[in-house]
């Protein structure tokens, strides 16, 4: 694995740095196809859900390896200055992207730790591409890293992240979920199915 940091000369907390051990992501073999949409994980879901008027909205495509591409537009809700997008929504983005990675290691993760660096002010109006990758898989433990651009897909970094996702079985959703949503989830044919297509690992 690199243990190169993507961040350059600033090392981050030290727990997202990957242990000397630390493994290789392996795309599974039944990830979705590079270029592949990956479609919501939930409905509801504040990152990617359809059923949120004020959500992101994010649209997550498969790319090589283990990695993602994303795109979301920033609207007039997702204001903190006068204009300029909210710090704490540009996170959900990044969150909502290195969370979709793991569609390709067909794992169930949730986010541990996840630092942002604010590079360049985000106008409303304007669309966020995402990118992020796995960089290395340590037991249970997920780390990655992601940034967003702004004026295009190679355009300048306006946010990047270092994040660790730790597995969770679905359990972890089920006895910690208010019991409203969870009930409505698992009455839901479509999101049992998509939950079930994370349990099958290699
Ligand atoms: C049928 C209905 C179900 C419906 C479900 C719907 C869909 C499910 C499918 C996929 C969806 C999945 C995710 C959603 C995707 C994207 C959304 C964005 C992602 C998020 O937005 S998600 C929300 C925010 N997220 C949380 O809500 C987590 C709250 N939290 C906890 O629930 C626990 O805290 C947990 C589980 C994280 C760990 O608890 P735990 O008891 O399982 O494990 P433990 O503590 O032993 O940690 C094991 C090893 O990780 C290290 N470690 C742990 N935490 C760390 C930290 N913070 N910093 C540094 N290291 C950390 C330890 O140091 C140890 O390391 P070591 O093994 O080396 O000792």
Request: some cysteine.
């Amino acid at each position: 694995m690199s243990t190169e940091n993507p961040r350059g000369p600033s090392p981050g907390h030290p727990a997202l740095i990957p242990p000397a051990d630390a493994l290789r992501p392996v795309r599974h073999p039944d990830a979705p196809a590079p270029g592949e949409l990956l479609g919501t994980h939930y409905d509801h879901c504040f990152g990617c859900g359809g059923a949120q008027p004020h959500g992101l909205h994010l649209q997550a495509r498969a790319g090589d390896g283990v990695s993602i591409t994303a795109e979301f537009t920033v609207q007039a809700a997702h204001q903190g200055a006068p204009g300029l997008a909210h710090g704490g929504v540009l996170t959900s983005a990044l969150d909502e992207t290195l969370g979709s990675l793991n569609w390709l290691l067909r794992t169930i993760a949730v986010t541990g730790r996840l630092e942002t660096d604010f590079v360049r002010p985000v106008p409303v109006d304007t669309q966020l591409f995402l990118q992020a990758e796995v960089t290395a898989v340590a037991g249970r433990k997920i780390y990655s890293t992601a940034v967003g651009r702004i004026g295009g897909p190679a355009g300048p970094v306006a946010v990047r992240a270092n994040a660790l996702f730790i597995e969770v079985k679905v359990d972890h959703f089920i006895d910690n979920g208010r019991q409203v949503e969870i009930q409505a989830a698992m009455a839901d044919p479509d999101q049992i199915r998509r939950v079930r297509a994370f349990e099958v690992n290699p």
